[in-house]
């Protein structure tokens, strides 16, 4: 391997200064900013919808009904189709954007998806009076969101130094929320100053800016470099590692990097055989944690943070307030903001203690807001009980906080570094496609669910909310400060996840011989005993030991 000095063994590496790399090379942040805008081309779509439900012109084009008053309306079923298409879209987007992103590489398929949206959005910004013409443009849109969804995460993942992999694949929610607060400012601005097309036209005209950038800008940056590993370019690979930390090719911690990268290459890909699709639940430990992947995505919509964002102005409005587009704006930002937090929190305190918190918190809020909803509220005269809007108000900023600073931002970065790279992006889909298959049931079905039960609906989310924290901590091993293969050991290995944070990779003589061996190994290992003897030869010759010492691999995983 040309241009990085690899040492012999493992040990080599380890006598080497162990000085933690904490400079963020601005390459870094670039990367950061620039991936992060496929999540503020979502953002932006989410934040528009809610606000054309409400406008004048939207009304008189595509309503099928009228309220009491004679004026147009929506019914819950052309909302809901409306509103829901868009997470149809991206349903399939995400699970059709893992086997493309192998084949194209991560650079070239964040192109493919933009350009995607870019279409979608042409559809919707031509309509003239055909609803369906818009809810088509929002589900070829949503093709383009849900590839990104998978893309964004994935590729932050595998280029970022691990010290900060957390703050940085969260960036993807920070831009989320950047494009939902855009949105709604410029949903109020045409609300207001304008009459007719213009007032949903140019914010959907506006949208065509985000992912012309993306597209534009990835083009400077280079491909992710576990993808380009595992292509055989091996070079620009570490070319990519030693930029991203800011250090030299020979710099223990890239050696570092790349000899565990290699390591896993090599286990995955002893024996010769074809690796096929349905591996992501086969495979070593792949089962658990896809399954994992999909509840924490699913939980990530069902604590209710999208029954605010898709339906802030109706909501409101029943509130008694006077201007919903000002409370959406306020709850936009204080989504925005507070998102800031969640980058700091995830790489200071870790996933598991951040994601139990704001789960508990959450669970809180709902439940005081469900009840003041439901048992305080005037809701056929809501200004005969102002003090209970103006609660409901402060509680939903407060979950809000509690979800932008927590489950929104974190559940991307613990996806995203669950998986190995041989079955990342196929397990990524599918676990992003159970995030946008119940953010789709979430906005088809909130209008019926509201219609009947009004804020009692609230505690269907509080209760998701304190299962989220549950599973958290039963399931999800904390993953803080490690590279992608030390966390796939580790989940391998079936470390306790309580104990997950005390576990050293170093420390576990079991782990260092266990990433030698490739899933066939360990599973003969565990059926026979020539297995078992071919796994002790092969980890005293890594660690130096004479052969007729026992190891420690063999009898651990037997």
């Known amino acids: 391997m040309s241009g990085a000095a690899t040492p012999e063994t493992a ?10 790399v904490r400079y963020i090379h601005p390459r870094v942040i670039l990367m950061g900013i620039l991936v992060s805008m496929g999540g503020f081309i979502f953002g932006y779509d989410t934040g528009q919808i809610s606000g054309f439900l409400e406008m004048s012109d939207f009304l008189d084009r595509f309503a099928d009904q009228t309220d009491a008053d004679g004026n147009p309306a929506f019914s819950n079923s052309r909302s809901g189709a409306i509103v829901g298409l868009l997470s149809i879209g991206t349903l399939i987007g995400a699970i059709i954007a893992g086997p493309i992103a192998d084949k194209l590489g991560r650079k070239y398929s964040i192109i493919l998806w933009n350009i995607v949206f870019i279409v979608g959005v042409i559809v919707q910004i031509v309509t003239t009076t055909k609803w369906y013409q818009i809810a088509i443009g929002r589900w070829v849109a949503g093709l383009g969101v849900g590839g990104l969804s998978v893309l964004t995460p994935m590729y ?30 410029i949903n109020y601005g045409t609300e207001d100053d304008y009459s007719g097309a213009p007032q949903w036209r140019i914010p ?24 380009d590993y595992r ?20 710099h223990q911690q890239v050696v570092r990097e790349v000899r565990d990268i290699k390591a896993k290459l090599d286990a995955e890909t002893a024996g010769g055989a074809k690796h096929h699709w349905y591996e992501i639940f086969t495979g070593p430990r792949m089962l658990y944690r896809t399954i994992l992947g999909i509840v924490l995505q699913a939980l990530q919509q069902l604590v209710g943070a999208n029954y605010f964002f ?25 989504n925005f903001g507070t998102t800031f937090l969640g980058l700091y929190v995830v790489d200071k305190f870790g996933r598991r203690k951040s994601l139990i918190t704001g789960a508990l918190w959450m669970f809180v809020c709902f439940m005081i807001f469900a009840s003041v909803g439901h048992y305080a509220l005037n809701r056929d005269d809501p200004q005969a009980t102002p003090s209970a809007g103006t609660a409901m108000i402060v509680f939903a900023c407060l979950f809000i906080a509690g979800f ?56 269907v989310f509080g209760g998701c909310c304190f299962v989220g924290a549950v599973v958290v901590y039963l399931f999800v091993c904390e993953t803080q400060g490690r590279s992608l293969e030390e966390i796939d050991t580790m989940y391998v290995l079936k470390v306790k996840p309580w104990k997950s944070s005390k576990w050293r990779w170093e420390d ?35 660690n130096g030991v004479e052969r007729g010492e026992p190891s420690n691999a063999a009898t651990a995983t037997r």
């Open 310 to 334: 898709y339906y802030g102005t109706t909501i409101f409005t029943s509130t008694g307030l006077s201007n919903s587009y000002v409370t959406s704006m306020i709850l936009g930002g204080v």
């Open 204 to 227: 959907i005209g506006i949208g065509f800016i985000w992912p012309v950038v993306m597209a534009v800008g990835i083009l400077f940056l280079p491909e992710s470099p576990r993808w």
């Open 11 to 20: 040990t080599d590496v380890e006598k080497q200064t162990d000085s933690t």
């Open 404 to 459: 932008a600073s927590t489950w929104g931002p974190i559940v991307w970065a613990v996806v995203g570094e669950t998986y190995p790279s041989r079955y990342r992006a196929r397990a990524m889909g599918i676990a992003t496609a159970s995030n946008w298959t119940f953010n789709f049931l979430i906005s088809f079905f909130t209008p019926f669910i509201t219609a009947d039960i009004d804020f009692a609906y609230g505690y």
């Open 156 to 185: 932050q993942s595998e280029t970022a130094p691990r010290q900060v992999r957390g703050a940085l694949v969260s960036c993807y929610q920070l831009f989320i929320t950047l494009g939902i607060f855009t949105a709604y400012c």
């Open 231 to 250: 292509k055989g370019n091996v070079d620009r690979a570490v070319n990519t590692i030693s930029k991203s930390y800011g250090v030299p090719e020979t």
């Open 508 to 542: 576990d003589l079991t782990a260092q011989n266990m990433v030698s061996l490739g899933p066939e190994a360990r599973q003969a290992a565990k059926r026979t005993e020539q297995a078992q003897e071919r796994r002790e030869v092969a980890s005293g010759e890594a």
